[in-house]
């Protein structure tokens, strides 16, 4: 008799940029959450891209919203 028990150490997680599942045991991935270091850098840069829309398009909330900023 066969039993698919999956293993207690085996995980997975969806890329957070293209939607692979990448399972793994033990260790999390270096990339995690992403499949690749490629995945990794196109989140990087839509991070950054984010980032300048958010400058040009402040507004009050966002100025409340967050933690002040670090003093030192
Ligand atoms: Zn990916």
Do not use: H
């Amino acid at each position: 008799m066969i039993q698919r028990m999956p293993d207690a150490n085996q995980r997975s997680f969806s890329c957070t940029i293209c939607g692979r599942v990448v399972t793994y045991d033990g260790r999390t991935p270096a990339t995690y959450p992403f499949c690749s270091q490629r995945c990794r850098m196109v989140d990087l840069g839509k991070w950054l891209n984010e980032q300048y829309t958010i400058e040009r398009d402040v507004t009050a909330d966002d100025l409340t919203d967050g933690e002040p900023p670090n003093p030192a």
